[in-house]
């Protein structure tokens, strides 16, 4: 006689809570999915913005770019908002980091990170 097996009356894993939170591995780091969000302003001829975007790619950080190449209105508001008129220009969540040096001198001094998880 075979007797059917019952389905588990529990869940084999916690149910997530407010303070879970899912880790995204890169291969230099381990960086949290509710990361702050990465804004890159590019244009589409500058070899600085194609070395950032290689090296948050790198670091497993999704980012979302915003190619202001021949937008002069979007050039205009990105220097009044960076005091800079360079690209790449990087926001993580509302703060400024700088330019692809800027960037690369943040995760040097371990600021990368922590700036993401905040």
Known sequence: MTVP???PRFSPLPAPNKDCRRLAVGPLG???KTMAPVRIYTT???GYCSAAKKFLQSKGVPYE????SGDDAARE???ART????????????THVGGYDDLRALDRKGGLQPLLQS
């Not at 770019?65 to 202001?68: L, R, S, T």
């Not at 008129?85 to 969540?93: A, C, D, H, K, L």
């Open 77 to 79: 508001a990105l220097q």
């Open 83 to 94: 005091q800079r008129n360079t690209v790449p220009q990087i926001f993580i969540g509302e």
């Open 65 to 68: 770019e915003i190619d202001v």
């Open 5 to 7: 097996l019952e389905a």
């Open 30 to 32: 381990v960086y949290p």
């Open 44 to 46: 589409d001829y500058c």
